[in-house]
């Protein structure tokens, strides 16, 4: 049996209505790579079913490990109501080949992050999706984040201790902060004070102050438990 990334994807968005994720008690972290689809319940959840036969039962490091990372997002839907998660795999069947691109991005997605974890925040994300919180378009910017960040700064800026102007500049390169110029008024009169005339007063370089913008606080409560 050949898989495609169609199957795949198709196959991910029906997991996403399982009767099965509730049920799931496994721990991602603790199984070890080659038992990982022997754990019986996955197997009666779509994905996890025809990546199984896909693979003829042997899996190699990298096929476990996106695995674990596709359970991982899938345990973030589980407090949603299998009714409501129902309706929302039953309305992208209205619209051709919706279901297959929206597993299929996901996958893409999940295949490309670096950290396991980092499954957890997309998952989160995707939660308050199909909830109505949050429209596709913010889901996919928040990913987007997820994606290209360090998880280590990202679970920082969730706490909002970060003082180094050097992580500040990378959270507003990641879109989570704004950048604002303004003039040292402090430094200015220091100098006048001292000084007693304005020379040298234009050669003070302006403050750079960063601000947490509204992508950040969206990302802090949408992608966070």
Request: one cysteine or more; aromatic letters at 10%; proline letters at 2%.
């Amino acid at each position: 049996m050949t898989t495609t990334s169609s199957d795949l994807g198709t196959s991910l968005v029906d997991s996403i209505s399982s009767d099965n994720i509730k049920e799931l008690s496994i721990d991602v972290a603790e199984t070890a790579l080659d038992a990982f689809l022997n754990e019986g319940l996955l197997k009666e959840i779509p994905f996890f079913g025809l990546f199984y036969k896909g693979y003829k039962s042997v899996l190699g490091i990298r096929e476990a490990i996106f695995c674990k990372k596709v359970l991982t997002f899938l345990k973030e839907l589980d407090s949603i109501p299998k009714e409501q998660r129902r309706k929302f795999t039953e309305e992208l069947q209205h619209e051709k080949d919706a279901k297959q691109k929206v597993g299929e991005k996901i996958i893409v997605l999940l295949e490309q992050l670096d950290d396991i974890e980092k499954a957890k925040l997309i998952g989160t994300s995707f939660r308050n999706y199909i909830n109505g919180e949050i429209s596709h378009d913010v889901f996919t910017k928040l990913s987007f984040i997820v994606q290209k960040a360090f998880l280590p700064d990202l679970l920082l800026f969730k706490t909002g201790k970060y003082y180094s102007s050097l992580l500040q500049e990378q959270f507003a390169s990641l879109g989570l902060m704004s950048m604002e110029l303004k003039n040292n008024e402090h430094e200015k009169f220091i100098r006048e004070y001292t000084l007693g005339k304005k020379t040298g007063l234009d050669k003070i370089p302006p403050v750079v102050n960063y601000e947490i913008n509204e992508t950040g606080r969206l990302f802090i409560k949408y992608c966070f438990d």
